[in-house]
């Protein structure tokens, strides 16, 4: 027996307590950044829902089950409107009944392409082409017990 600290520790965060039985050896305790864009390299457009607050409004993305493309980085992801849905999801008249349910699906397989990036994007102080740039996954260093 070997006394231990319990939790580990994790960049600028809380310490992680538990980790995912489905993914304690795939995943990095410490999350790996990714930068996400659309393949066919047209604007991402998210679902999101508006409300007025006294003078100023408030805006939220709508986010659902994710699709293969998010598969080991996040258990949810926005919910990505493909152009032919624009103009319904914008328009000023209330979608008919049901509708709003149809267009919030998780985008199609292959909408999207991801490459990891480094930790430096986290930060709202950072603000330069270079934070996208890919960099290799940290390697796994955690032993299973």
């Not at 600290?5 to 950044?33: C, H, I, K, M, Y």
């Not at 805006?59 to 926005?78: F, L």
């Not at 480094?118 to 330069?128: E, F, I, Q």
Request: net charge negative.
């Amino acid at each position: 027996m070997v006394l231990a600290v319990w939790g580990f520790t994790s960049s600028g965060r809380a310490p992680v307590f538990n980790a995912r039985a489905e993914t304690v050896d795939s995943l990095p305790s410490d999350r790996q950044p990714f930068y996400f864009e659309r393949a066919d390299a047209l604007p991402l457009a998210f679902a999101g829902i508006w409300r007025r607050v006294g003078d100023h409004l408030e805006a939220t993305v709508i986010t659902t089950t994710p699709s293969r493309d998010m598969a080991g980085v996040h258990d949810r992801m926005p919910v990505i409107l493909s152009p032919d849905r624009w103009t319904n999801w914008l328009s000023a008249t209330p979608l008919p009944s049901g509708q709003p349910q149809i267009l919030l699906c998780p985008s199609p397989d292959g909408t999207l392409t991801r490459w990891p990036v480094g930790k430096a994007v986290g930060s709202v102080r950072n603000d330069y082409r270079e934070l996208i740039d890919p960099v290799a996954p940290p390697a796994i260093a955690q032993e299973l017990f």
